[in-house]
T-cell receptor, first 110, second 115 residues
Framework: EDQVTQSPEALRLQEGESSSLNCSYT??????LFWYRQDPGKGPEFLFT???AGEEKEKERLKATLTKKESFLHITAPKPEDSATYLC???????????FGKGTRLSVIA | NAGVMQNPRHLVRRRGQEARLRCSPM?????VYWYRQLPEEGLKFMVY????????ESGMPKERFSAEFPKEGPSILRIQQVVRGDSAAYFC?????????????FGPGTRLTVL
């Protein structure tokens, strides 16, 4: 069965303290790995798609990387506005449904 | 605003009533996905539709739940005879479909409360 596991469940950082979030997956024939950000009471906001091992993508203070078994979301010098739940997901087959991890709740303290 | 639209944003129903949730996909998207998020749980897939077709409903309970995406108008997720356990946030996502493009973009969700 396809699975996505995220760690840690929660992470508390001081403003400016860089760290990484992990997403490990087991899926046959990866067709992309997706990162989303979700704020309380809102829908997931698309951040990145990674398709192949070694690929990296960046957006502001965030950088996502992908290996054959896991992905990392690196947060450099975070700010309080980066506080959110970060979700990782993989499609099970083709264009069909995403399997989500339970997310990492990030809190950045000023 | 070309984003995914959902309405209502909040819906309160009493046990036994029907709930109808609507989703308009992003312009140019013909694939719609419904997900449910229970408190303290992750997003779970329910159903995947294209215009006038249900492609995959493997995540949707067989009783009381149905979905459609008509040729004209929004996609609708219908829950009949709601129970307290149906209380959750329901999210719709849309995508272009086709090979090499499987990104999904989410709407703001409908928060269903069953009294």
């Amino acid at each position: 069965e396809d699975q996505v596991t995220q760690s840690p469940e929660a992470l508390r950082l001081q403003e400016g303290e860089s760290s990484s979030l992990n997403c490990s997956y087991t899926v046959s024939g990866l067709r992309g790995l997706f990162w989303y950000r979700q704020d309380p009471g809102k829908g997931p906001e698309f951040l990145f798609t990674l398709y192949s091992a070694g690929e990296e993508k960046e957006k502001e203070r965030l950088k996502a990387t992908l290996t054959k078994k896991e992905s990392f979301l690196h947060i450099t010098a975070p700010k309080p506005e980066d506080s959110a739940t970060y979700l990782c997901a993989v499609p099970t087959r083709g264009n069909t449904p995403l399997v989500f991890g339970k997310g990492t709740r990030l809190s950045v303290i000023a | 605003n070309a984003g995914v639209m959902q309405n209502p944003r909040h819906l309160v129903r009493r046990r036994g009533q029907e709930a109808r949730l609507r989703c308009s996909p992003m312009k140019g998207h013909s694939h719609v996905y419904w997900y449910r998020q229970l408190p303290e749980e992750g997003l779970k897939f329910m159903v995947y539709l294209q215009k006038e077709n249900i492609i995959d409903e493997s995540g949707m309970p067989k009783e009381r739940f149905s979905a459609e995406f008509p040729k004209e108008g929004p996609s609708i997720l219908r829950i009949q005879q709601v129970v307290r356990g149906d209380s959750a946030a329901y999210f719709c996502a849309s995508g272009k479909g086709g090979s090499g493009s499987n990104e999904q973009f989410f709407g703001p969700g409908t928060r269903l409360t069953v009294l």
